[in-house]
């Protein structure tokens, strides 16, 4: 099963559904009118924990089934609201009816006993108790309320939409909840209707309104914080190990790709070299030696799984766009932009440390002195305070063809050499695999995490960047390199 398939019966909006306004592409529910937020995890899954625990213990149509049933019967005592502070609120004799019909059989009695390990924080826990009349199990039951939070934590997961799928039936059949004709049928009918991917998520949708409709005595209630609380204080951390995946190339296999292109890129430079500057000479093999380097500072290191690992790959999608790009335009000006862009920004780079008096330790003020005055004294260099092709790296991928690859390999790397959130939660957080803990963010461990390496995709960016070399001088012979003597153009 690839990466993808996991995610294929999901619903989200694709990217492009999505408005922009200026810089902002707009959540796709953000414009939704009266629209109260609510979340199935922490204000609706504790409610409806009754409900799904008998949902685990059933499979869908022995659940639609019984509970269908239940509904009528509700509907039929006046009760719309079955969540347990819903329950809670029903006149007197209307809880005992419910809480004792609920717990009528030895199944359903055993399958709501994980109910009592929350004790006097469950709503009409003294009616809970006496009803199912069993002594707790605390091993057996938090376990198996753990696999049932496990199934309905997703709130698209087929368990938590049937569980949803209960809670609406008591509002639609006792007249509280209007919905079109043929949405209702298809809700009542449930789960025996034409295309279940429509019908689901209008249940869903239909449930989030159960709120509005409640208005005053809609979740969120105290018993969803005791319960998460609960939880999490009274079960352990699950961390989970990492796995690795194994290279199909050995540390030697790199070493020797990395020493043969170093040579080809040293022999195409020692026979088109001149006297005066060759601009593009220059920027194509130092982009490919460039390239080389970085992935042998890679291969022996643990980078290649971490957050080094993924600046390095950003930047070598940033040589592959560019170098691509320039090759495309192929104007002696285009080229000369890229070179004389770089020496500018050691020039203010190294002006600015003279004004300041004060640099890093890893900074060389005498290299950034050489490079601002290699190709002309400074003094004469302007200082372009833009893009070096007045444009960015998005439009330079698109005019080379390379949009696709700007989406694949820069974008995610990007947020590892900008220090976002989303590359901060991603290595040094690891979720809780308890899910009564809501998979709450653990610090991750010092062992190595189960991120794969970016050494492959490294090569194969390397290799990119070089084709785009060799193609410019593809006259040169290049099987020249195994004999001795020395080398010619052709």
């Not at 999505?18 to 109260?36: H, I, S, T, W």
């Not at 909840?177 to 429509?198: F, G, H, T, W």
Request: proline content about 5%.
């Amino acid at each position: 099963m690839s990466s993808f398939d996991r995610f294929k019966d999901l619903n989200f909006t694709p990217l492009d559904r999505y408005k922009r306004q200026g810089k902002v592409l707009r959540g796709a529910f953000a414009d939704l009118p009266n629209m109260r937020n609510r979340s199935w995890l922490n204000q609706a899954l504790p409610e409806m924990i009754w409900v799904a625990l008998i949902r685990n213990q059933l499979d869908l149509y022995a659940f639609t089934d019984a509970f269908r049933s239940v509904a009528y019967n509700f509907a039929r005592h006046g009760i719309t609201d079955a969540t347990l502070t819903g329950i809670s609120k029903l006149p007197g004799d209307k809880i005992a009816v419910a809480i004792y019909a609920l717990t009528s059989s030895a199944f359903l009695r055993k399958t709501l006993r994980p109910l009592l390990l929350f004790g006097e924080y469950l709503p009409d826990f003294k009616l809970w108790s006496g009803a199912i009349d069993i002594p707790v199990d605390y091993q057996e039951d938090a376990a198996i309320l753990a696999e049932t939070v496990a199934k309905t934590i997703n709130h698209q997961s087929q368990e938590s939409t049937d569980c949803r799928w209960f809670r609406v039936m008591p509002l639609i059949l006792g007249n509280k909840m209007y919905l079109p004709s043929e949405m209702a049928e298809e809700i009542l009918s449930y789960p025996n209707v034409p295309d279940m991917r429509k019908t689901r998520p209008s249940i869903r949708a239909t449930e989030i309104a159960c709120d509005n409709l409640l208005g005053e005595n809609a979740s969120p209630s105290q018993w969803c914080d005791d319960f998460w609380t609960i939880n999490l204080e009274s079960t352990s951390c699950l961390v989970p190990r990492p796995s690795q995946e194994e290279d199909k190339y050995s540390p030697e296999d790199y070493e020797d790709f990395i020493t043969h292109q170093r040579k080809k890129l040293a022999y195409i430079r020692q026979v088109y070299e001149e006297h005066l500057p060759n601009i593009k000479l220059d920027v194509l093999t130092g982009a490919g030696l460039f390239a080389l380097k970085i992935l042998e500072e890679l291969k022996d290191s643990p980078a290649t799984s971490g957050i080094l690992g993924r600046s390095a790959a950003r930047t070598l999608t940033e040589l592959v766009i560019n170098i691509t790009y320039l090759n495309k335009r192929n104007e002696v000006e285009v080229w000369n932009n890229f070179y004389f862009h770089g020496q500018g920004e050691a020039k203010k780079i190294f002006l600015k440390y003279m004004r300041q008096h004060e640099k890093p330790a890893f900074i060389e003020l005498a290299d950034i002195w050489v490079i601002a005055n290699e190709a002309r004294y400074m003094d004469f260099l302007d200082i372009n305070l833009g893009d070096w092709d007045d444009a960015n790296l998005r439009s330079r991928a698109i005019e080379a063809g390379l949009k696709n690859f700007y989406d694949t390999y820069y974008d995610w790397p990007s947020n590892y050499t900008h220090g976002t959130w989303a590359a901060i939660r991603r290595e040094v957080y690891t979720p809780c695999q308890n899910p009564l803990h809501k998979f709450h963010l653990l610090p991750a461990s010092n062992e190595p995490n189960d991120y794969g390496s970016v050494m492959s995709d490294a090569l194969y960016l390397t290799k990119f960047i070089l084709a785009n070399v060799y193609k410019v001088y593809s006259d040169f012979e290049f099987h020249k390199l195994l004999q001795a003597g020395p080398v010619t153009a052709k």
